[in-house]
Nanobody, 114 residues
């Protein structure tokens, strides 16, 4: 059974930083690429960063150069370091596999004030 638990969100000012964490349980983590997704108000959920089991990363153009995804395979953890945050980054952030599994976590709210 897969369980995903996100944490680390909060309220920051433009230009600030946050580090999100995702604890993944179950076999999903060992064999699948993982990603951070976000859903902004009134928009569909989008993939913003991904990382393969071997550590290769990819980013959406909107966050490239500002966000860094990483994973700790020994701890079944995925992280998202977010720097130079903008109001457009305001969203609920989720982690999941690629492709996704139905068991979404509760997400963590990130709010960037202008």
């Amino acid at each position: 059974q897969v369980q995903l638990v996100e944490s680390g969100g909060g309220l920051v000012q433009t230009g600030g930083s946050l580090r999100l964490s995702c604890a993944a349980s179950g076999s999903i983590f060992s064999f699948r690429p993982m990603g951070w997704y976000r859903r902004a108000p009134g928009k569909q959920r989008e993939l913003v960063a991904s990382i393969t089991t071997g550590g290769r990363t990819d980013y959406a153009d909107s966050v490239k150069g500002r966000f860094t995804i990483s994973r700790d395979n020994a701890k079944n953890m995925v992280y998202l370091q977010m720097n130079s945050l903008k109001p457009d980054d305001t969203a609920v952030y989720y982690c999941n596999a690629i492709p996704v599994v139905p068991s979404w976590g509760q997400g963590t709210q990130v709010t960037v004030s202008s």
